[in-house]
């Protein structure tokens, strides 16, 4: 079944303490991208990565790092996770081919930063 | 600022009644694409228009897309209380000319509550 994986699901955790999200699809896309979903902000574009070894920086990139080194693996990476990074985090992936980008969503991790 | 903008915030109608969402936007675009949520899991892709599109169909879905007006709208018809739901669009813009590279920018929702 093609899918976008995301572990783990649900995550408390306390300032300071290093996390890693990981995010894994099989549909051999190009493309992955990560997210973070608050009320009343919609979802805002934190890292994306158009390829292995090429990842570029969203509209919230601040307090994250990704990595890219095989196709279908996209971690997220808190060093020093703070509370204002508390939220839904997606992951996304598609690819470019025949033109179409419609993504392809993981089922979420909600996070929280006490 | 955002780029798509979906009204109304919130709808609220009864089964089998028709619901039409709006999405309205600031710049020129490659595709607008509309995407689903149900409560707290992940966006489900609906149907993607391409900028010298005007109207697609699928299924139940209906989606126009105006680029003088810069809006487009989604109609759902005979509307089923599994259609509850957060509906989003989503428009596709190249981050730089003769690549690949789009960024996809998402409006806030439109929330739609189906009643049986």
């Known amino acids: 079944e093609a899918q976008v994986t995301q572990n783990p699901r649900y995550l408390i955790t306390v300032t300071g303490k290093k996390l890693t999200v990981t995010c894994s699809q099989n549909?051999?896309?190009?493309?992955m991208s990560w997210y973070r979903q608050d009320p009343g902000l919609g979802l805002r574009q934190i890292y994306y990565?158009?390829?292995?070894?090429?990842?570029d920086k969203g509209d919230v990139p601040e307090g994250y790092k990704v990595s890219r080194k095989e196709k279908r693996n996209f971690p997220l990476i808190l060093e020093s996770p703070s509370p204002n990074q508390t939220s839904l985090y997606f992951c996304?992936?598609?690819?470019?081919?025949?033109?179409?980008?419609?993504?392809?969503f993981g089922p979420g991790t909600r996070l929280t930063v006490l | 600022s955002q780029q798509g903008e979906e009204d109304p915030q919130a709808l609220s109608i009864q089964e089998g009644e028709n619901a039409t969402m709006n999405c309205s936007y600031k710049?020129?675009?490659?595709?607008l694409q509309w995407y689903r949520q149900n409560s707290g899991r992940g966006l489900v892709h609906l149907i993607l228009?391409?900028?010298?599109?005007r109207e697609k169909h699928s299924g139940r879905l209906r989606v126009t897309l105006d680029t003088s007006k810069k809006s487009s709208s989604l109609l759902i018809t005979a509307s089923r209380a599994a259609d509850t739901a957060s509906y989003f669009c989503?428009?596709?813009?190249?981050?730089?000319?003769?690549?690949?590279?789009?960024?996809?920018?998402f409006g806030k929702g439109t929330l739609l509550t189906v009643n049986p």
């Open positions: 989503a428009t596709a813009l190249l981050r730089r000319s003769g690549g690949s590279n789009y960024k996809l920018t």
């Open positions: 996304a992936s598609t690819t470019y081919y025949r033109g179409n980008n419609e993504q392809f």
């Open positions: 990565s158009m390829n292995v070894e090429v990842t």
């Open positions: 710049t020129s675009i490659n595709n």
């Open positions: 228009i391409r900028s010298n599109e």
């Open positions: 549909m051999n896309h190009e493309y």
